[in-house]
């Protein structure tokens, strides 16, 4: 029985570092573009929760284009 949940935990240990590895190298300019939004957004006067909705689904929106055009001849 301890070695079951010996060998769950260094399970979770590995997915949880393969995760945090990936999100590293996974940051191609949203965390930038989500932070120059939400500034100029919450300076107009909106609200947290509207920012982060409206900035997130612009920010997601432009690197898709962007990863489109790489593809796009």
Request: glycine share 4%.
């Amino acid at each position: 029985m301890a070695k079951k949940i010996v060998s769950v935990f260094l399970m979770f240990i590995m997915v949880m570092a393969a995760l945090q590895i990936q999100q590293a190298v996974a940051d191609d300019g949203y965390k930038a573009c989500f932070e120059k939004c939400s500034e100029e957004c919450q300076s107009e006067g909106n609200g947290s929760t509207f920012c982060e909705m409206k900035c997130d689904t612009d920010c997601v929106q432009k690197i898709a284009a962007d990863k489109l055009k790489a593809f796009v001849p």
